[in-house]
């Protein structure tokens, strides 16, 4: 296995949406490296014959049916909000779009 | 404090129910009495975050209200509750551990608290755990660890280190924790409590705040095997707001304990998990584990060694697939909705704010997993790792299956070692790691399995758990056995174990 | 950072110097009564965030469960497009961030998706193209920002942005191409025809408003050249949630004309997302997908696989409406349209329309005069879709019968549609309230006639002396003084009657 470089940790809170200063970058990157080693016995025991497992019990199709409930109103739906405005989220101006 | 009120703490939660439905005391009273219990020495253990004096003697006050008119009350009517802070409450703070989540109040109930509620649980507060369940010593909590009632200066274990300390420390006889990897058995286990992570879809996740989807599961804490059983049954069963709920009878877990409760295990095969011992196990806690499989066989049961060769990579499955399933889960805590937000002024972007809220509301630990979990999940590296571990899953659920073939339960240590200093493994995250390393193959297989004392290390006075382990939809094996060995130990030491426990100062 | 873009090349020789290629994703929201993962309603309209709960607010804990109508859609629209139904798949996360999405993922499928690998036709200038089908899969919508500050709704420049999560979690079916190879010069027509015959066909399934002018039917036009068939495939643009059929034709022909400008200018197309403006006919560049996003897709654990039945699906597959390409055919030789004719049918849409008049009693003929001109016409200076006027083929059906029975003639039929429009109510209520029968009663038109006669002794002698064409002036007189309201023909026989000659 590949080792974690300082850039790929930094590439890896990008992605995140970490926003990191630099000494805690190295700092995690020797942990994360650490961590990735010791766990990466994984590749070396399944074959190509295992399937992987996603959900740990084999249960399919649960749905339900197409029926509306009480929604929550305007006011509790925005209760937790760090700030509101017309009975809308009010965020910071977005830069990018989206994908 | 008088003695009617401490005796009041010391009650089983079946004995408490016993105390209410007869009229001895009334829910208020016995709910009074936890309070001032918490007042009494959470200053030192720190269980708790929050706790709801008021919404608990409302709520105890309903049971009296209602046993006073002569209505059916449920076999838990009236007793005290510490809730794990990962549940979500209507209107009570729900912080997870996190600063992320500060001051947060949901809008709504998860499944758990709506079926204490409808069950007549008091539920006195929320309980101290590592950030969003991330560790194994609620060291990782934003608002300080919390301490061992057997000795303050060590862990108390975790995630659900809170809820196991409250139990320990007679500020609740029942408590929930949630399993991801052993945050109920572990905390159970170093704190000389029981604990059960239910076969996964067993009890709802629905207002269970997510870790790791697939393996989260919500289960009971107490100081007695029945006391589980019966909060187990009070919150178990299907609920269809959760698709990953089992949509069958529960298995009768209540039933199992009083049966087990009679002694005799005649006919139970059960097996010792052999990868499940040896090199990093403290021999205190090996000695009391192999005295406990003596005690089984004693009992009647036939003992056995099996093999679960693929259970020495569980550890490693686990720190790719928890990690990665979180790194999404948390993605959701980004400023825009509710809680934390930081660096809105105006000049920042909403892509700007997210980062710095998540960098400043989120401990190193939940750090390290988000970037562990992205980084096995991103192209590239999927397949080695993410794919891998899954891979590994299968291999395990595999083992169990053969297990399951010879014995009915299987046994080992719950824990390697019994609770170790605060503060002496927060640097290392794989030492910290280890300490799940016999709880985690159940989470990963979506089993059942159980935490209760089997005695104190001889090297170091401090609990040990005994873990019982059986398959998805069998959890009634786990109480039969459970409490055949809890009977038996308690006519040997004259009580449960945390009569040996030492007294907690109580502050005036 | 602006770069300047190379002129672009006129369409014709585009295409004659280039091989077009294109993969369209056409996005339809469902018309599910309930969301995809929780039962918060989908209507639209609705005050902003009073149609959300915990699941699609992504509230931590909250869990979704899947909506069985949004599947069963899903199914009996990729067995519309001939595609196969999976035996087995699951759900994905899609993560990144984005505001308007509540969890920071999108449930959706990724290599598993419940349908695939289908085909369907389209015609153009009456050349069939095959429209190779890849995929249809479930995912969820997004909530909606507003952009506050700075131009009015535009994102840049913007000083904050409020957010409505209502849309958060309305069930999606993204259906997407192969390459669409050798249309040749009629690719925007055929990409326009494609998403009109997706529209026919959603529609005739009932799973969707299909109201591309509210978004409900969206499509991403991707677009690429190369030199020749024969050689790989260029690099592609894609053309973001371009929202109605004559947008699709147009947004294709203008990538056509800016991709054969680059390379032309020897240049490379960047691959990147642009944006479609309506107004001024051209696409700008939006992110640039050179730096290929990482969505880090795992399948979601929160629910279980989807395993269809094959028993059910059958049954679903037995139940399909009647494939457009076999319906028309009958439609049009039942009801006796040449081919230009059914064309115009289908062009403004109106295929629907016109079976659901004549099955309420009208002729054909009558049927497609209406719709394809007094309500086309209407339908054209509104700017709304034939179908979302509020004339019904019923009340064209009752007119229509008024015309046959003599009460209305077409001048009035017109005025009736005109106040159906204009919200008077029903046909029935506008003749009522406007008055707008024709004077068949006798007594009142003898009366009319009696005083034409005797203002026009010379006419009435004209025509005694057989000039009988000369009797349209006394007939003019009659429409007149009954201010049209009259039938002219009876009012014809009446004054020849009264003369005494015969008709």
Known sequence: ?99 | MTDTTTDLVRLSATETAGVIARGEASAADVAKAHLDRIGAVDGAVHAFLHVDAEGALAAAREVDDKRARGEEQGPLAGVPLALKDVMAQRGVPTTCGSKMLEGWRPPYDSTVVTRLRAAGVVILGKTNMDEFAMGSSTEHSAYGATHNPWDLDRIPGGSGGGSAAAVAAYEAPLAIGTDTGGSIRQPAAVTGTVGVKPTYGGVSRYGLVAFSSSLDQAGPCSRTVLDAALLHEAIGGHDPRDSTSIDAPLPPVVAAAREGAQGRLDGVRVGVVRELSGEGYQPGVEQRFHEAVDLLRELGATVTEVSCPHFQYALSAYYLIAPSECSSNLARFDAMRYGLRVGDDGEHSAEEVMALTRAAGFGPEVKRRIMLGTYALSSGYYDAYYGSAQKVRTLISRDFAQAYEQVDVLVSPTTPTTAFPLGSKLEDPIAMYLNDLCTIPSNLAGGAAMSLPCGLSPDDGLPVGLQIMAPAMADDRLYRVGAAVETALADRWGGNLLTQAPELQEKA | MKTVEPDLVPYDEAVAAYDVVMGIEVHVELSTASKMFCGCSTAFGAEPNTQTCPTCLGLPGSLPVLNQQAVESAIRIGLALGCDVAEWCRFARKNYFYPDMPKNFQTSQYDEPICFDGATTVEVEGREFVIPIERAHMEEDTGKSLHVGGATGRIHGADHSLVDYNRAGIPLIEIVTKPIEGTGALAPQVARAYVAHLRDLLRSLGVSDVRMEQGSLRADLNVSLRRAPEAPFGTRSETKNVNSLRSVERAVRYEISRHAGIIDAGMKVTQETRHWHEDTGITTAGRSKEQAEDYRYFPEPDLVPVAPERAWVEQLKAALPEPPAVRRPRLQAGWGFSDLEMRDVLNVGALDLIEQTVAAGTAPAAARKWWLTELARRANEQGVELDALPVTPAHVATVQSLVDAGELNDKLARQVFEGVLAGEGTPEQVVEKRGLKLVSDDGALTAAVEEALAANPDVVAKVRGGKHQAAGALVGAVMKATKGQADAARVRELLLERIGVDH
Request: aromatic share 2%; proline share 8%.
């Open chain 1, 1 to 99: 296995m590949s080792s974690i470089t300082r850039d790929e940790v930094a590439h890896l809170a990008r992605l995140a949406r970490l926003q990191l200063p630099e000494d805690e970058l190295e700092h995690y990157a020797g942990q994360l490296d650490a961590i990735l080693h010791a766990v990466a016995r994984v590749t070396e025991v399944a074959g190509e014959d295992v399937p992987p497992t996603s959900h740990p019990l084999p249960l399919v199709n649960v749905t339900r049916p197409d029926e509306t409930h009480r929604s929550l109103t305007a006011e509790e739906a925005l209760s937790g909000a760090p700030a509101a405005e017309d009975s809308r989220f009010r965020v910071p101006r977005i830069l990018g779009e989206e994908a």
